[in-house]
């Protein structure tokens, strides 16, 4: 069974930073492409960063770009979010996603989000 | 950035009734939309990509239609279990665009 954990959410200040985590199991996690979805209180989803297999391509959406970095580590089958700079709006709760990425002959294109996890929830607050 | 709108914000429909949703794209994003489903306190998940391809383990009762810029979720016969938010994404242009969700209520 495919399952998906998020971790690290909290509340922080305006201006601070905040790591989060995902841990994967039940596939193969090297070989898929990962996101960071969000959804603010009470709103609608917003695509947040993607990262390839083997990390080879990785994107942002505006909102978050030279604020937020995506990572992860294979071998122990996780994804992270490190998020700098924290604003009131960035508060959301934020979702791990499989899929959402296709790269072939050095481009890459969006595709749906097949599994998410059930979210961890930051709050940006003072 | 393409925006994806949904109609209507609030659909009212009796369980055994028939449901269709729509979506509409600002540009063409051809056939590269999904449809997702949200309860809540819950993740999305995933019912429909390439427009009308079923997701793993979607009931029947589920179809999706359209291509271009106009599209359709469809779920026949209505389901305690079907009363959510859902939401529309297109995955043609970067960046995947959400629509802003329809709330399907009971009536």
């Known amino acids: 069974e495919v399952q998906l954990v998020e971790s690290g959410g909290g509340l922080v200040k305006p201006g601070g930073s905040l790591r989060l985590s995902c841990a994967a199991s039940g596939f193969t996690f090297s070989t898929y492409s990962i996101n960071w979805v969000r959804q603010a209180p009470g709103k609608g989803l917003e695509w947040v960063s993607s990262i390839s297999d083997g990390s080879s391509y990785i994107y942002y959406a505006d909102s978050v770009k030279g604020r937020f970095t995506i990572s992860r580590d294979d071998a122990r089958n996780s994804l992270y979010l490190q998020m700098n700079s924290l604003r009131a709006e960035d508060t959301a709760v934020y979702y791990c996603?499989?899929?959402?990425?296709?790269?072939?002959?050095?481009?890459?294109?969006?595709?749906?989000?097949?599994?998410w996890g059930q979210g961890t929830l930051v709050t940006v607050s003072s | 950035e393409i925006v994806m709108t949904q109609s209507p914000a609030t659909l009212s429909v009796s369980p055994g009734e028939r449901a269709t949703l729509s979506c509409r794209a600002s540009?063409?994003?051809?056939?590269?939309l999904a449809w997702y489903q949200q309860k809540p306190g819950q993740a999305p998940r995933l019912l429909i990509y390439?427009?009308?391809t079923r997701a793993t383990g979607i009931p029947a009762r589920f179809s999706g239609g359209g291509s271009g810029t106009e599209f359709t979720l469809t779920i026949s016969s209505l389901q305690s279990e079907d009363f959510a938010v859902y939401y529309c994404?297109?995955?043609?242009?970067?960046?995947?665009?959400f629509g802003q969700g329809t709330k399907l209520e009971i009536k």
């Open positions: 996603a499989r899929g959402g990425l296709y790269c072939s002959g050095g481009s890459c294109y969006p595709r749906p989000f097949d599994y």
């Open positions: 994404q297109q995955s043609n242009n970067w960046p995947n665009t």
């Open positions: 540009q063409s994003v051809t056939s590269n």
């Open positions: 390439g427009a009308s």
